[in-house]
């Protein structure tokens, strides 16, 4: 295990959790990292926690920029990586001790260019840490075909898995968006050739309130459905086979902002978007209902926003 695996941590607004999310890094039982912080121009003390931890492992990079979005710092952090191996952690959650062990070893042994661990979900009310137990699963190794088809199907996160480098060197977030792991996830899965799901767990995921997960609507979850379309183009270029799964998150994500549209207070701007979501819905009403993928209540969904 000599190595080096490049951890980009984008940072924003997180002082409360940065330290354990740090801590779980550098008490990985893999040593050879290379963990870069990226302070996307946080108001708090990030900075300052950033800094202190650098002070105390040679192995942590700290890059201070100004605020333009997780997507715009894990840009960043892929500009500075120098690892064989790529993985991204968000600031709020943690890893297992052996994550990287895990990961690179399973990497290894079934010749993948990613290998994704078991996520345990953890509950945080008011600072109080609620583990929810992960599901039991097989090891399997999937095709890119596969397991695009899945990520469409159910969606996918782009932590919790180590990449090869390659698969980075000419792929980058969305500006400024929201929802952004998706997009990439599916284009980091088509430069795969085999993707292994391995039966350990190696992520804390936490889910708090007033994080964009779980924050009200706005016209930002926009981003759903403006992505959902680009992806729908990529699948249909990329892998043409999967395209009746990309158009089932299209229409899917077409009618979650259609409604929340019309559930918002009124404004000019959101009037206009529903409006034009409204022609979209009419447009592809008829496809929408012979999409095997399509549950039922979401085509009668469909058939009454279109009226």
Same mark, same amino acid.
């Given at each position: *295990?000599?190595?080096?695996?490049?951890?980009?941590?984008?940072?924003?607004?997180?002082?409360?959790?940065?330290?354990?999310?740090?801590?779980?890094?550098?008490?990985?039982?893999?040593?050879?990292?290379?963990?870069?912080?990226? #302070?996307?121009?946080?108001?708090?003390?990030?900075?300052?926690?950033?800094?202190? /931890?650098? %002070?105390? #492992?040679?192995?942590?990079?700290? &890059?201070?920029?100004?605020?333009?979005?997780?997507?715009?710092?894990?840009?960043?952090?892929?500009?500075?990586?120098?690892?064989?191996? &790529?993985?991204?952690?968000?600031?709020?959650?943690?890893?297992?001790?052996?994550?990287?062990?895990?990961? /690179?070893?399973?990497?290894?042994?079934?010749?993948?260019?990613?290998?994704?661990?078991?996520?345990?979900?953890?509950?945080?009310?008011?600072?109080?840490?609620?583990?929810?137990?992960?599901?039991? !699963? @097989?090891?399997?190794?999937?095709?890119?075909?596969?397991?695009?088809?899945?990520?469409?199907?159910?969606?996918?996160?782009?932590?919790?898995?180590?990449?090869?480098?390659?698969?980075?060197?000419?792929? =980058?977030? +969305? @500006?400024?968006?929201?929802?952004?792991?998706?997009?990439?996830?599916?284009?980091?899965? @088509?430069?795969?050739?085999?993707?292994?799901?391995?039966? !350990?767990?190696? $992520?804390? /995921?936490? &889910? =708090?309130?007033?994080?964009?997960?779980?924050?009200?609507?706005?016209?930002?979850?926009?981003? $759903?459905? $403006?992505?959902?379309?680009?992806?729908?183009?990529?699948?249909?270029?990329?892998?043409?086979?999967?395209?009746?799964?990309?158009?089932?998150?299209?229409?899917?994500?077409?009618?979650?902002?259609?409604?929340?549209?019309?559930? *918002?207070?009124?404004?000019?701007? @959101? #009037?206009?978007? =529903? %409006?034009?979501?409204?022609?979209?819905?009419?447009?592809?009403?008829?496809?929408?209902?012979?999409?095997?993928?399509? +549950?039922?209540?979401?085509?009668?969904?469909?058939?009454?926003?279109?009226?």
């Amino acid at each position: *295990m000599n190595e080096k695996i490049s951890v980009i941590i984008p940072i924003y607004k997180v002082q409360e959790y940065l330290p354990k999310c740090i801590e779980s890094v550098l008490q990985q039982t893999y040593h050879n990292l290379e963990i870069i912080l990226v #302070d996307d121009g946080s108001p708090d003390k990030c900075g300052k926690i950033c800094e202190a /931890y650098a %002070k105390k #492992d040679n192995r942590i990079r700290v &890059i201070h920029k100004k605020n333009e979005g997780v997507s715009s710092a894990r840009n960043t952090g892929l500009e500075y990586a120098s690892g064989e191996y &790529i993985s991204f952690i968000d600031s709020d959650d943690w890893i297992t001790k052996n994550a990287y062990q895990v990961l /690179y070893q399973g990497m290894k042994r079934y010749d993948a260019d990613c290998a994704v661990g078991k996520c345990i979900h953890v509950i945080d009310k008011k600072g109080t840490l609620r583990p929810q137990k992960s599901p039991a !699963q @097989a090891v399997r190794c999937e095709t890119p075909e596969e397991t695009i088809k899945n990520t469409l199907l159910t969606g996918s996160a782009i932590w919790n898995r180590l990449y090869k480098r390659k698969i980075f060197e000419k792929l =980058r977030f +969305p @500006a400024d968006r929201i929802n952004d792991d998706e997009f990439i996830a599916l284009r980091a899965y @088509a430069k795969c050739n085999k993707i292994v799901f391995l039966n !350990q767990d190696t $992520y804390y /995921y936490r &889910i =708090r309130k007033n994080s964009i997960t779980t924050s009200h609507f706005s016209l930002r979850n926009m981003d $759903y459905y $403006y992505n959902s379309a680009e992806n729908l183009t990529f699948i249909k270029k990329k892998k043409p086979e999967l395209t009746e799964c990309a158009e089932f998150k299209y229409f899917k994500t077409m009618l979650y902002c259609y409604v929340h549209l019309k559930l *918002m207070k009124r404004n000019p701007k @959101a #009037d206009m978007i =529903r %409006k034009e979501l409204q022609k979209n819905i009419r447009k592809n009403r008829s496809l929408a209902l012979k999409n095997r993928y399509l +549950p039922i209540n979401l085509k009668l969904l469909m058939l009454i926003c279109a009226i």
